[in-house]
């Protein structure tokens, strides 16, 4: 039963979700040229450079681009939305646009967006996985 | 070196699904009738390049040698996502630029059958215990949670991006280029389907991923495609009607993406297609102004309505007012897709990059029919893999 007792409560589903509070994405920021990346990197895709700080990435952005997405693999729920945000600070994020009715009244271009984490599912440990999305805001 | 090339045959399949042949034989098909085109046979071959995307790494280049000539040259088995026909082409026209060969074939095959929808990951079902993994850590499938992967909504997310960067763009007029493009069809007796919608059909056939409709998304299928190329030198020791018939080839380019903020979460389609097409454009001496037709990359409707800002066929953000002025239809001022385009001739993924030769050089030789532009004298092909790879090539009627 020792392994109950040492499973996470949650874990991100990505690990540049960073579950702090608040919730926030996390980039590796080149030290050369400033381009921010959100996988493991080997070097800079815009230098070359090949340093890299942590950076937290700014939470509200503007909805630069979406589809909704109605015809997906059979285990995944349609329609849903799916968006190109562009955070305040600069950085380009892709996720579903969340907690609002996925139709072309409720999501349009250049609406102000914030990011929002929500539960998808538990594992047989009892850990449940947080993913992010974005929510319209004001 | 050489410093002149010529495509002295070309030769494609009707793309559906062929489920009586297999990919060795549709590659035939296109290889024999490039070179039966072509007035030449296997021997004339200095080299060749097979194009495939999901069969590539089954050495099909020899298998299709031995099916019609195994006649020891060098063969190049080429992969390069929906670019792989454009590279393989590439692939022989770079080795005949360099003096290695005089004459080569291209071939480019898929056979997809009813793959459906590309690139969407079901979720895992059998996981039970989360753990990080791959170079995002992702604890499972992110498709539909963090987005979307699919073909479709991908290349809808860049329509969208195209219309909230340039205002007035609208579904309708995304959906004007499926209305387009089937209509082409019609006269084409090897497109994978032939059938007209209305513009109001095509906007309220299924929806696929926003503002994509069924109608607005090319189909998957089989088929094959294949040309000849022969340098200037070779060209002028052959017959006085295969000189008449050869097309040059005025520029072949390919390009693949430069660094974007956004590329890592959104397959960057423009700027490459932009260089590609301004490098073809000085290559040939040309510009856009001077192409008769253009086949363009019309994998989705979203996808052909920003290449004709990107291949600069209008004005820069006016790819909505273009379609709205007619100017892309067959007979409006600057022909795009009238083969019926990826959307109705179909996709068979590593033919499409010749299959696009194939219908220009037709126009250009006066070869094409019902479906003749009349007096095309240059036409411009593109084709764009994501990830991404963008080849254009500028094709020129012989002078005679």
């Keep these: 039963m020792t392994e109950e007792n040492t499973a996470p409560e949650q874990i991100p589903i990505v690990t540049y979700l960073n579950l702090a ?118 | 070196m050489n410093s002149d090339l010529w495509i002295l045959g070309t030769h494609m399949t009707p793309f ?85 060969s005089e004459m080569g074939l291209a071939v480019g095959v898929e056979q997809m059958g009813k793959m459906g929808l590309l690139a969407g990951a079901s979720r895992r079902s059998d996981e039970n215990v989360y753990e990080p993994s791959g170079r995002y850590g992702s604890v499972m499938s992110v498709d539909g949670i963090l987005g979307t992967n699919t073909m479709p909504g991908v290349f809808a997310q860049a329509g969208m991006k195209y219309a909230y960067e340039n205002d007035g763009v609208d579904f309708e007029q995304f959906a004007k280029v499926a209305q387009k493009n089937h209509a082409h069809s019609t006269m084409n007796p090897l497109a994978q389907y032939q059938k007209e919608f209305s513009l109001e059909e095509v906007m309220q056939s299924p929806m696929t991923s926003y503002p994509n409709t069924l109608l607005m998304c090319c189909p998957t299928g089989d088929g094959a495609a294949a040309a000849v190329v022969v340098s200037g030198e070779r060209l002028r020791s052959l017959s006085t009607e295969q000189q008449k018939r050869a097309v040059k080839i005025s520029a072949s380019v390919l390009t693949s993406d430069p660094y974007v903020e956004d590329g890592q979460v959104q397959p960057d389609v423009n700027t490459l297609t932009r260089n590609a097409s301004t490098a073809a454009y000085e290559a040939a001496g040309i510009g856009p102004e001077d192409l008769d037709l253009v086949e363009l990359h019309d994998c989705f409707a979203t996808a052909e309505l920003i290449h004709y800002d990107n291949l600069q066929l209008c004005e820069s953000g006016g790819a909505g007012d273009f379609i709205d002025s007619g100017a892309p239809y067959r007979n409006g001022s600057m022909p795009v897709n009238v083969s019926g385009g990826l959307i109705s001739k179909g996709h068979p993924i590593g033919a499409t990059g010749i299959a696009n030769v194939y219908e220009v050089a037709t126009h250009l030789r006066g070869e094409a029919g019902d479906r003749q532009i009349p007096d095309a004298k240059v036409g411009l092909t593109h084709v764009i893999g994501l990830g991404s790879s963008c080849g254009v090539h500028i094709l020129e009627a012989a002078a005679v």
Excluded: W
């Excluded at chain 1, 939470?59 to 190109?84: C, E, K, M, N």
């Excluded at chain 2, 590539?56 to 670019?83: E, F, M, R």
């Design chain 2, 16 to 100: 559906r699904r062929q489920p009586d042949l297999d990919v060795v034989d549709l590659a035939s098909q296109a290889a024999l009738g490039a070179m039966k085109d072509g007035e030449v046979g296997i021997a004339d071959m200095d080299i060749l390049a097979c194009g495939s995307l999901f069969q590539a790494s089954a050495g099909l280049g020899q298998q299709l040698q031995d099916q019609i000539g195994q006649t020891g040259i060098p063969v190049y088995n080429v992969s390069n996502a929906c670019a792989t026909g454009a590279t393989a082409l590439r692939t022989v026209i770079m080795s005949i630029k360099a003096g290695e």
């Design chain 1, 21 to 138: 509070d608040p919730p926030h994405l996390k980039a590796q920021e080149c030290k050369s040229c400033g381009a921010r990346f959100f996988d493991r990197r080997n070097a800079c895709a815009s230098c070359g450079g090949g340093s890299f700080a942590e950076v937290a990435v700014s939470s509200d952005g503007v909805l630069q681009a979406f589809t909704i997405v109605h015809r997906a693999a059979p285990s995944i729920p349609v329609p849903y939305v799916s968006a190109i945000v562009k955070t305040d600070d600069g950085t380009s994020v892709r996720s579903n646009i969340i907690n609002t009715p996925a139709d072309v009244e409720h999501v349009t271009l250049g609406m102000r967006v914030a990011l929002a984490t929500y539960e998808v599912a538990e594992d047989d440990r009892g850990t449940k996985c947080i993913a992010f999305g974005y929510e319209p805001s004001s």
